[in-house]
């Protein structure tokens, strides 16, 4: 089995204090300051381990600029406004995002471009990305970006933040760990019942012996800044993740190079992920006062913004070949058995904003929390 230095310090930490938490694991792995799989490497595109909707189609990025327009005027066009990308990968989505947006020179005009990202090597990219549409800001957090009106925008960033997980024994729910089995190999074990602390998000009450239930604690931070900065100016926050609204199971996953790994072998050189409980963050963001709208599938929100009329345009002055590989992108991007449904779309607003594109109020806003 090949060994990354981060498992030699995994190891070593192991077997100093006893095991960890998937949530420590995956923390560790995804962004230890030396190590970590988002602090060294070059995790996008075909050259590197996966593939995002941006970097399927520039559609993708365009409509959500536009989507972003549409917002900014349901705001009442104020005259400064913040666009916030959550982890921004290569910059595709905003790129995309600004050249459709140039469509809206009011927009564009009151804007300021805000990037939270923890990678060195993807904010070089990012910078050479965005720089014909002037220099965004930087920051470790999102916290770090001063209030004001908003849209903040988060493609496949919740998936990444670390889930802790827990497995039913005996009828109740106890913590499942990472510790050193024979030869010094990382395995699963089994810690202490489950203790959760206020605020925790609640475990099932039924589940079958062995299964595997999920929280994500950091999500619900996120959500908290999201309602911190709703309550002084008005926001959308726009999610865009793969992930369930019911049920639970073991979604702990690795992916190096387009394919599963073992999420053992060489921490710090896969991507790890666990998929996103809407229902969680729902739960979340209706806790801290702010209105939740869907999830709707990937596939029903991009056509209901027009991907269909964007689609009809490019194709008219594409050559053969471009013409396939734009229908490729729109089909990878909505079919049912690509990206479809398995991706979703939530958007969380302060309470006063009413319903955003293309999301309708039910009969008596029975979709909206806190009404
Ligand atoms: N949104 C992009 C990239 C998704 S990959 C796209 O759709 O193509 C996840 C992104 O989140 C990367 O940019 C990664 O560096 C960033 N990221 C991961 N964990 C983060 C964290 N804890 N804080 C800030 N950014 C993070």
């Given at each position: 089995m090949p060994r990354s230095p981060l498992s030699r310090k995994l190891k070593q930490k192991i077997s100093a204090e006893g095991s960890i938490s998937v949530e420590d694991y995956m923390g560790l792995c995804l962004t230890d300051a030396e190590h970590g799989y988002y602090r060294t490497g070059q995790p996008l595109g075909t050259d590197g381990d996966f593939i995002t909707a941006p970097e399927i189609s520039q559609m993708f990025g365009e409509l959500i600029g536009l989507w972003s327009a549409a917002l900014w005027q349901a705001m009442g066009e104020p005259r400064q406004f913040k666009l916030i990308e959550l982890g921004p990968g290569r910059g595709a989505l905003m790129s995309d995002a600004l050249r459709a947006i140039r469509a809206v020179p009011g927009f564009l005009n009151a804007l300021e471009m805000h990037l939270i990202e923890i990678s060195e090597v993807l904010r070089a990219g990012q910078r050479r990305m965005l720089a014909p549409y002037g220099l965004p800001a930087w920051h470790e957090?999102?916290?770090a970006v001063p209030a004001g009106p908003a849209v903040i925008i988060a493609n496949e960033f919740f998936d990444a933040l670390p889930i802790r997980q827990y497995i039913r024994a005996n009828g109740g729910w106890r913590e499942r760990r990472i510790g050193l089995a024979g030869k010094g190999r990382l395995a699963f074990t089994l810690g202490e019942p489950a203790r959760l602390a206020p605020g925790d998000d609640p475990l099932p009450e039924e589940a079958e012996e062995g299964g595997i239930a999920e929280q994500r604690p950091a999500a619900a931070k996120v959500i908290q800044e999201f309602a911190r900065r709703a309550r002084a100016a008005p926001l959308a926050a726009l999610t865009i993740d793969y992930g369930y609204e019911r049920g639970y199971g073991d979604t702990f996953q690795a992916v190096r190079r387009h394919h599963y790994a073992d999420p053992f072998c060489s921490p710090g050189e896969s991507d790890l992920t666990a998929h996103v409980d809407f229902a969680a963050l729902a739960r979340a963001a209706k806790a801290e006062g702010l209105a939740v709208w869907g999830p709707m599938f990937q596939g029903e929100f991009l056509l209901r913004l027009g991907l269909e009329i964007r689609c009809e345009r490019l194709l008219q002055h594409a050559t053969a070949q471009q013409r396939a590989a734009i229908m490729a992108g729109v089909h990878r991007l909505v079919d049912p058995a690509a990206m479809g449904t398995l991706f979703k779309v939530m958007v969380m607003t302060d309470?006063?904003?009413?319903?955003?594109?293309?999301f309708a109020a039910a009969p008596g806003a029975a979709r909206r929390s806190g009404a």
């Open positions: 957090e999102l916290s309470a006063g904003l009413g319903a955003p594109f293309p």
